[in-house]
């Protein structure tokens, strides 16, 4: 399988698959609009299986790799590959996306063409960002992702949307674009080299690492988020449609990550560790902070950014311990979070597409007008919070046991968000879902219809399959996370 | 009598002299053409346009030319910018056509004609090697683009600007004379090559050579468009018919590169030291008042004119940043990166007055902001357009405006001025908000008037070309950038 150009594929496949779909015009054509944008989807998901299928897991190295010149001038290659720990957001991403073209199929009824063209193409530059191996290609698609979503915020999200939009935009520009400075600082240090596999064996000196790796500690910690650069998110959120924010919090949030793992840490591993202290306490404030301004939100998709911004401090506690342990919980605790906070807002979406309301104040006894989706959503709720046997628990778990070993107040300070975060979920769950039915919104919920079950029931296996049986996907990523870690441990000042 | 007339040769100025005869011609016959047969007048402009390219490509040698006396000088920069500059003018032409159509005043022979005289004036600069050859071409230019501006006389907005631009074009014409004086008067000569060879030898009287700098870097950055020089820029965009703003807002821009190389980088390279200080101070200014002024426009022309101050701005960083302590290494690079970012404004710059045009109708300017609001609801397709135009301008990729921020930043960071770049880049960031603001208009807003675009069919497809390129060269912008890379490689 692997003489086809596998990556280049599942980049391009989205991108065209959504040209096409922009080529349908206006609503008149809005039922042929969503089925090429769901076969599209499928198609470009389909394309990314053989990633899986066909992955050497002994392997650390990159994997499915394609290069070729790109812009000679500034030796810019066209450079794809993927190893264990990109390889499942291609994935992730490309399922996502399917969910995310189901969960707008009725709800969307303006520009159905350009709500799907938006999501192929930003499905599209995201495996982009995922896959590139070339520093300026890297950057090209992490900046070009910023349109669609600007446009979809913007041009399909609530009241407040384009205060949202340019907030979003121009947060994540500011990060990307000092971002942009180190890359060609890189470059320069480096004879002439935007490989980023190159500057991963690029020796530099404490100094400009410790400029560097800030450069990149913006731009990431905005993507992330990270305490204190965080506030976007919150209103990106809850002024996106539920496609918007599900998109958001499943792999949008990753790219942050990702760059730490991909540039970070390999690139400027003194750095890294010199300035660990700085993000884990980073981390930390956003592990417990968040987790307490997320436990008083009114507003339901707020409370679920928020977590996220807890969840995705985890993430970064774990890169920064420097462990196998911390690092393949983070991951996990990565994907798990792109299948559950997808789940959330989808839930979030299918009461407000029927209540047009997202305050918690508004609901009240769900459950007896819609019990099957009070059953899913329980499970999701509970994965949020992490509880054993969902995916949630595996990746906060291991994170924890990494640093428990670490140093134990660490491990201390984010277990007790565990404790917050079952308050702040179920909490929310049993004030929406359980009681009496608050109102005539409410008592005349009719549940969910046979589209919805299907998106909310794989998620709800994946979610499962995830927390019950981890181990096909930290298998896939243990020897990269160990070459990874050998990067880490050698110190790059000469 | 004439036994010391050397016929001079020719060839290199073969385009120039084929312009300046069919201009004079067209001027005639267009005495001739009624005024609802005025396509004859455009045609023959179009076609004296494509001769010129045609002339300029195939008579073009590759070599350094100099001729008549050493005052013009041919080499691969200026038959690159001059393709570049036919194919602005062409393309500036075809986008005029319908507005000019639309507006009785305009719709004149003289238009044309004046365009022709104005695109020869800029190929005179583009070729100059000589003081007075410069300041000929730059005169031609203004005053057929004075001419331009007040070409719609009954407007009163029009004539105040063409007065204003006249008025302070004189000054910094004078400026820029005064500059000229003072260097030929510490050097003694007037050609560019032989200032460079006299500075070279030393014993130059170096305060008077600074006092000239000082008027000629003044003239330029007038000439440019670069704070504090600025402030024709605004009321001339604003107040000029929008065909004519394209005109001024896109080619100039070639020719005003480069005499900056002509008379910098080719004459006072001795001087870099000098000019390059007071081209950083200049380039700072004109990045942090273009950006942050534009944002409080709510004309769309007006808010393109501070866009235009801090683009040139961010171009002044390249040529800032070619020699560094004496240190030519970087030149080429820094250079060519400043070339790519003169095309590629000229590109999208053409674009987005292209779809103000489009948007434009009889008796509507379609210059304010929230002309386009709701754009998409009325023509998704050239809402895309404008987005892929307003992106690229801001530098987002995959836009060819990208590139050409990255090639200059790079040579930015290479000569080691890496707080600079900072600058640039935030105020980049700054820029980012009024561009956003446009699309924010046009996708997110209800429109304000349902009437369909009624646009001919070849200005659609032009402005289509036209943004598409910017895409298309987003994606592929090596051709360009190494063809301005090889240029300036064999030119100096």
Same mark, same amino acid.
């Given at each position: 399988m692997s003489n086809y150009p596998l990556l280049s594929l599942a980049i391009w496949i989205p991108i065209l698959a959504g040209l096409v779909v922009l080529a349908t015009g206006g609503d008149r054509n809005a039922p042929l609009a969503r089925i090429f944008s769901l076969v599209g989807a499928v198609a470009a998901f389909l394309i990314t299986l053989p990633l899986w299928a066909g992955f050497d897991v002994a392997n650390g190295g990159m994997q499915f790799v394609e290069l070729s010149s790109w812009i000679p001038r500034f030796h810019i290659n066209y450079h794809l590959g993927v190893d264990g720990i990109s390889m499942l957001f291609v994935i992730l991403n490309a399922f996502i996306t399917i969910i995310v073209v189901a969960a707008g199929w009725e709800v969307i009824q303006n520009k159905v063409a350009q709500y799907n063209a938006a999501f192929l193409i930003m499905s599209g530059l995201m495996n982009g960002i995922f896959t590139s191996l070339d520093g300026v290609l890297f950057y090209v698609f992490f900046e070009a992702s910023l349109i669609p979503l600007y446009l979809i915020i913007g041009v399909w999200g609530g009241p407040k949307r384009v205060y949202a939009a340019f907030k979003f935009f121009l947060y994540t520009l500011f990060g990307s674009l000092l971002f942009l400075l180190a890359l060609m600082y890189l470059f320069f240090q480096s004879g002439g080299s935007f490989s980023i596999l190159e500057w991963h064996k690029l020796p530099i000196a404490l100094g400009p690492q410790i400029w560097l790796f800030l450069a990149f500690l913006i731009a990431f910690a905005v993507k992330v988020p990270m305490w204190p650069v965080h506030t976007w998110l919150p209103d990106a959120h809850v002024e996106a449609p539920t496609g918007g924010s599900i998109v958001l919090a499943a792999i949008a949030l990753k790219l942050g990550a990702y760059g730490f793992l991909r540039f970070s840490l390999p690139i400027l591993p003194d750095a890294s560790h010199e300035l660990s202290g700085l993000v884990l306490g980073l981390s930390l404030v956003a592990i417990i902070y968040i987790s307490f301004v997320a436990l008083v939100q009114e507003d339901m998709k707020k409370l679920v950014a928020y977590s996220s911004i807890a969840h995705m401090g985890f993430v970064t506690l774990g890169f920064f311990m420097f462990s196998a342990m911390g690092i393949e919980g983070a991951l996990v605790q990565m994907v798990s979070h792109g299948f559950v906070s997808g789940a959330m807002f989808f839930c979030i979406g299918v009461m407000y597409d029927r209540v047009h309301s997202r305050q918690i104040a508004d609901y009240g006894g769900v459950v007896n007008t819609m019990p099957k989706f009070a059953a899913l959503f329980m499970l999701f709720s509970m994965a949020n919070a992490g509880l054993p046997a969902t995916s949630g628990f595996v990746g906060e778990f291991m994170v924890i046991l990494g640093a428990v070993k670490f140093n134990f107040w660490v491990a201390f300070g984010a277990a007790t968000s565990m404790v917050v975060g079952a308050a702040y979920t179920l909490w929310m769950y049993k004030r929406v879902i359980f009681g009496d039915v608050a109102n005539h919104h409410v008592a005349e919920l009719s549940d969910i219809n046979l589209r919805e079950f299907a998106i909310l029931g794989v998620l709800a296996i994946a979610t499962l399959w995830m927390g019950l049986h981890p181990q096909p996907f930290t298998e896939v990523m243990h020897a990269s996370v160990n070459d990874l870690l050998r990067h880490v441990a050698i110190s790059k000042i000469q | 009598m004439f036994d010391n007339f050397v016929v001079p040769n020719l060839l290199p100025a073969a385009p120039e002299i084929f312009l300046a005869v069919m201009a004079l011609a067209i001027l005639m016959i267009d005495l001739l053409v009624k005024d609802s047969r005025r396509t004859v007048t455009f045609a023959l402009t179009q076609l004296t346009l494509v001769g010129c390219a045609a002339i300029q490509f195939f008579t073009s040698t590759g070599d350094v030319t100099y001729t008549f006396s050493n005052m013009f000088v041919d080499d691969l920069m200026s038959d690159l910018l001059k393709l570049f500059l036919y194919m602005t003018v062409v393309i500036v032409m075809f986008y005029s056509r319908g507005y000019i159509i639309?507006?009785?005043?305009?719709?004149?022979?003289? #238009? &044309?004609?004046?365009?022709?005289?104005?695109?020869?004036?800029?190929? =005179?600069?583009?070729?100059?090697?000589?003081?007075?050859?410069? #300041?000929?071409?730059?005169? $031609?230019?203004?005053?057929?683009?004075?001419? /331009?501006?007040? /070409?719609?006389?009954?407007?009163?907005?029009?004539?105040?600007?063409?007065?204003?631009?006249? %008025?302070?074009?004189?000054? !910094?014409?004078?400026?820029?004379? #005064?500059?000229?004086? /003072?260097?030929?008067? !510490?050097?003694?000569?007037?050609?560019?090559?032989g200032i460079a060879e006299r500075l070279n030898d030393g014993g130059v009287n170096k305060s008077v050579l600074v006092f000239g700098l000082v008027f000629l870097v003044g003239g330029l950055a007038f000439k440019l468009g670069v704070v504090p020089f600025h402030m024709w820029i605004p009321d001339v965009y604003q107040g000029a018919p929008t065909s004519v703003t394209l005109f001024i807002g896109s080619a100039p821009k070639l020719a005003a590169f480069a005499i900056v190389m002509r008379l910098l980088v080719n004459g006072l390279i001795t001087m870099a030291a000098d000019w390059q200080a007071m081209l950083v101070i200049l380039s700072v200014l004109s990045m942090a008042i273009g950006n942050l002024a534009a944002i409080a426009q709510t004309n769309l022309k007006r808010m393109l004119a501070y866009s235009a101050i801090s683009h040139m701005g961010f171009m002044l960083l390249g040529i800032v940043t070619g020699v560094v302590g004496g240190d030519p290494r970087y030149a080429l690079n820094a250079y060519s990166a400043s070339m790519f970012y003169v095309v590629a404004y000229v590109l999208m710059s053409a674009g987005t007055f292209g779809m103000i045009l489009l948007m434009a109708r009889a008796g509507f300017e379609a210059e304010e902001i929230d002309d386009f609001k709701g754009l998409n609801k009325r023509s998704p397709w050239f809402a895309g357009i404008m987005l892929m135009l307003m992106f690229s301008m801001a530098g987002v990729p995959f836009f060819i405006g990208f590139f050409a921020k990255f090639s200059v930043l790079q040579a930015v960071i290479a000569a080691g001025y890496t707080w600079l770049a900072l600058v640039a =880049?935030?105020?980049?960031?700054?820029?980012?908000? #009024?561009?956003?603001?446009? =699309?924010?208009?046009?996708?997110?807003?209800?429109?304000?008037?349902?009437?369909?675009? %009624?646009?001919? $069919?070849?200005?659609?497809?032009?402005?289509?070309?036209? *943004?598409? !390129? =910017?895409?298309?060269? *987003?994606?592929?912008?090596?051709?360009?950038?190494?063809?301005?890379? &090889?240029?300036?490689?064999r030119s100096l």
């Amino acid at each position: 399988m692997s003489n086809y150009p596998l990556l280049s594929l599942a980049i391009w496949i989205p991108i065209l698959a959504g040209l096409v779909v922009l080529a349908t015009g206006g609503d008149r054509n809005a039922p042929l609009a969503r089925i090429f944008s769901l076969v599209g989807a499928v198609a470009a998901f389909l394309i990314t299986l053989p990633l899986w299928a066909g992955f050497d897991v002994a392997n650390g190295g990159m994997q499915f790799v394609e290069l070729s010149s790109w812009i000679p001038r500034f030796h810019i290659n066209y450079h794809l590959g993927v190893d264990g720990i990109s390889m499942l957001f291609v994935i992730l991403n490309a399922f996502i996306t399917i969910i995310v073209v189901a969960a707008g199929w009725e709800v969307i009824q303006n520009k159905v063409a350009q709500y799907n063209a938006a999501f192929l193409i930003m499905s599209g530059l995201m495996n982009g960002i995922f896959t590139s191996l070339d520093g300026v290609l890297f950057y090209v698609f992490f900046e070009a992702s910023l349109i669609p979503l600007y446009l979809i915020i913007g041009v399909w999200g609530g009241p407040k949307r384009v205060y949202a939009a340019f907030k979003f935009f121009l947060y994540t520009l500011f990060g990307s674009l000092l971002f942009l400075l180190a890359l060609m600082y890189l470059f320069f240090q480096s004879g002439g080299s935007f490989s980023i596999l190159e500057w991963h064996k690029l020796p530099i000196a404490l100094g400009p690492q410790i400029w560097l790796f800030l450069a990149f500690l913006i731009a990431f910690a905005v993507k992330v988020p990270m305490w204190p650069v965080h506030t976007w998110l919150p209103d990106a959120h809850v002024e996106a449609p539920t496609g918007g924010s599900i998109v958001l919090a499943a792999i949008a949030l990753k790219l942050g990550a990702y760059g730490f793992l991909r540039f970070s840490l390999p690139i400027l591993p003194d750095a890294s560790h010199e300035l660990s202290g700085l993000v884990l306490g980073l981390s930390l404030v956003a592990i417990i902070y968040i987790s307490f301004v997320a436990l008083v939100q009114e507003d339901m998709k707020k409370l679920v950014a928020y977590s996220s911004i807890a969840h995705m401090g985890f993430v970064t506690l774990g890169f920064f311990m420097f462990s196998a342990m911390g690092i393949e919980g983070a991951l996990v605790q990565m994907v798990s979070h792109g299948f559950v906070s997808g789940a959330m807002f989808f839930c979030i979406g299918v009461m407000y597409d029927r209540v047009h309301s997202r305050q918690i104040a508004d609901y009240g006894g769900v459950v007896n007008t819609m019990p099957k989706f009070a059953a899913l959503f329980m499970l999701f709720s509970m994965a949020n919070a992490g509880l054993p046997a969902t995916s949630g628990f595996v990746g906060e778990f291991m994170v924890i046991l990494g640093a428990v070993k670490f140093n134990f107040w660490v491990a201390f300070g984010a277990a007790t968000s565990m404790v917050v975060g079952a308050a702040y979920t179920l909490w929310m769950y049993k004030r929406v879902i359980f009681g009496d039915v608050a109102n005539h919104h409410v008592a005349e919920l009719s549940d969910i219809n046979l589209r919805e079950f299907a998106i909310l029931g794989v998620l709800a296996i994946a979610t499962l399959w995830m927390g019950l049986h981890p181990q096909p996907f930290t298998e896939v990523m243990h020897a990269s996370v160990n070459d990874l870690l050998r990067h880490v441990a050698i110190s790059k000042i000469q | 009598m004439f036994d010391n007339f050397v016929v001079p040769n020719l060839l290199p100025a073969a385009p120039e002299i084929f312009l300046a005869v069919m201009a004079l011609a067209i001027l005639m016959i267009d005495l001739l053409v009624k005024d609802s047969r005025r396509t004859v007048t455009f045609a023959l402009t179009q076609l004296t346009l494509v001769g010129c390219a045609a002339i300029q490509f195939f008579t073009s040698t590759g070599d350094v030319t100099y001729t008549f006396s050493n005052m013009f000088v041919d080499d691969l920069m200026s038959d690159l910018l001059k393709l570049f500059l036919y194919m602005t003018v062409v393309i500036v032409m075809f986008y005029s056509r319908g507005y000019i159509i639309d507006r009785e005043s305009m719709n004149k022979g003289e #238009y &044309y004609v004046l365009a022709l005289f104005a695109t020869l004036g800029m190929m =005179v600069m583009i070729s100059a090697n000589h003081f007075l050859t410069i #300041y000929i071409g730059l005169e $031609l230019l203004s005053l057929s683009l004075y001419a /331009m501006v007040a /070409m719609n006389r009954d407007s009163v907005l029009s004539t105040e600007a063409a007065m204003k631009y006249f %008025v302070l074009g004189a000054l !910094a014409s004078g400026l820029l004379l #005064y500059g000229m004086s /003072m260097i030929y008067g !510490a050097t003694g000569t007037l050609e560019i090559t032989g200032i460079a060879e006299r500075l070279n030898d030393g014993g130059v009287n170096k305060s008077v050579l600074v006092f000239g700098l000082v008027f000629l870097v003044g003239g330029l950055a007038f000439k440019l468009g670069v704070v504090p020089f600025h402030m024709w820029i605004p009321d001339v965009y604003q107040g000029a018919p929008t065909s004519v703003t394209l005109f001024i807002g896109s080619a100039p821009k070639l020719a005003a590169f480069a005499i900056v190389m002509r008379l910098l980088v080719n004459g006072l390279i001795t001087m870099a030291a000098d000019w390059q200080a007071m081209l950083v101070i200049l380039s700072v200014l004109s990045m942090a008042i273009g950006n942050l002024a534009a944002i409080a426009q709510t004309n769309l022309k007006r808010m393109l004119a501070y866009s235009a101050i801090s683009h040139m701005g961010f171009m002044l960083l390249g040529i800032v940043t070619g020699v560094v302590g004496g240190d030519p290494r970087y030149a080429l690079n820094a250079y060519s990166a400043s070339m790519f970012y003169v095309v590629a404004y000229v590109l999208m710059s053409a674009g987005t007055f292209g779809m103000i045009l489009l948007m434009a109708r009889a008796g509507f300017e379609a210059e304010e902001i929230d002309d386009f609001k709701g754009l998409n609801k009325r023509s998704p397709w050239f809402a895309g357009i404008m987005l892929m135009l307003m992106f690229s301008m801001a530098g987002v990729p995959f836009f060819i405006g990208f590139f050409a921020k990255f090639s200059v930043l790079q040579a930015v960071i290479a000569a080691g001025y890496t707080w600079l770049a900072l600058v640039a =880049v935030l105020f980049s960031l700054i820029g980012t908000f #009024y561009y956003l603001r446009v =699309v924010k208009v046009m996708y997110f807003d209800a429109p304000a008037d349902d009437t369909p675009l %009624v646009t001919p $069919l070849d200005m659609r497809i032009l402005v289509s070309a036209n *943004g598409l !390129a =910017v895409a298309f060269l *987003g994606i592929f912008p090596q051709a360009i950038m190494s063809l301005c890379a &090889y240029a300036l490689l064999r030119s100096l």
